[in-house]
């Protein structure tokens, strides 16, 4: 695993990390709710989103391009699956910790990429992408799927989780493409 | 309007419904009376199943069940789907032998395999 990878992945860890624990109510926090579970993977897919329209604005490579476009595509999929599933249940998802931790974080990466052109922008973003995918494909399944009480959710977030997945294996790739060192 | 002008519509309408015609109306696979529909899930970001052997002027019907959209998409360009969202449906009738591969335009991995034989 690449240095920038390391820092990328960890700086999104740190604030999934807290959350691994609080979902399940373990190390004495209290326990993310649905509302804040789903809140928290629609801001994780929104924030992905800006990353991509980033890349779009930035990034020449077709590779990365092509990249972003399908985050773009596929996260504003599952999030409009979300919000009809909220509309559904007549419900609105909670503000939380994890959330507004994430959104911090990524301000300083998009404070970092923008500071950025060229081969150093894809390969950070590259990068941040594997390593944001790794992080948040571990928390959906191992901490938010079990933790979520209502049948719909959960099987959004599988579905969803299908399709994170295939993007973590692209991302993968595009960072070996890449041939960042 | 003229007397013609009914039987163009209704030509038009017909055709568009056997080359892309509306989801839900599948005939079933095999009926003699007409083209044999083969049904392609997506499924997993997959095509199940990945090969169909058809007979010339069978219809071949795609279905996404993902989350994400998808396409059908010739490589040879001859057809494409357009963007398929969870639930859309796109199809397509195969008159000319050969074997036609496509892909999903916005998941190239995603690939299936199409053989059209006269029996």
């Given at each position: 695993m690449s240095r920038s990878l390391t820092i990328a992945?960890?700086?999104?860890?740190?604030?999934?990390?807290?959350?691994?624990a609080t979902a399940e109510g373990t190390g004495g926090a209290k326990a993310m709710n649905d509302l804040e579970i789903a809140h928290t993977a629609y801001t994780a897919g929104n924030l992905d989103i800006r990353y991509a329209h980033l890349a779009l604005a930035v990034s020449e490579n077709q590779t990365v391009r092509d990249f972003a476009a399908t985050?773009?595509?596929?996260?504003?999929?599952?999030?409009?699956?979300?919000?009809?599933?909220?509309?559904?249940?007549?419900?609105?998802?909670?503000?939380?910790?994890?959330?507004?931790a994430l959104v911090a974080g990524a301000v300083e990466k998009r404070a970092e990429l923008g500071g950025l052109d060229g081969k150093a922008f894809d390969c950070a973003y590259a990068a941040n992408e594997l390593g944001y995918h790794q992080v948040v494909n571990q928390t959906v399944e191992q901490n938010f799927?079990?933790?979520?009480?209502?049948?719909?959710?959960?099987?959004?977030?599988?579905?969803?989780?299908v399709t994170f997945k295939v993007h973590e294996g692209h991302a993968e790739g595009m960072v070996k493409s890449l041939n960042c060192g | 309007m003229s007397r013609s002008a009914p039987r163009a519509w209704l030509a038009v309408a017909l055709a568009g419904w056997l080359l892309g015609g509306p989801s839900g109306s599948a005939q079933a696979a095999g009926d003699?009376?007409?083209?044999a529909v083969h049904r392609v899930v997506i499924d997993r970001f997959a095509f199940e199943p990945q090969r169909l052997e058809l007979r010339p002027g069978d219809i071949v019907e795609w279905i996404n069940r993902d989350l994400a959209p998808h396409t059908a998409s010739a490589e040879s360009g001859d057809w494409d789907s357009g963007e398929l969202s969870r639930g859309g449906v796109f199809r397509q009738r195969f008159s000319a032998e050969g074997?036609?591969?496509?892909?999903?335009?916005?998941?190239?991995?995603?690939?299936?395999?199409?053989t059209v034989a006269a029996p």
């Open positions: 992945a960890a700086a999104v860890l740190s604030a999934f990390a807290a959350a691994g985050m773009i595509r596929d996260h504003s999929a599952v999030n409009d699956a979300a919000v009809a599933l909220i509309t559904k249940l007549n419900v609105t998802p909670q503000d939380n910790d994890l959330s507004r799927i079990p933790a979520v009480t209502v049948p719909e959710l959960k099987d959004l977030l599988g579905d969803a989780l | 003699a009376a007409g083209p074997t036609a591969l496509y892909f999903c335009a916005f998941h190239p991995h995603m690939r299936g395999e199409i």
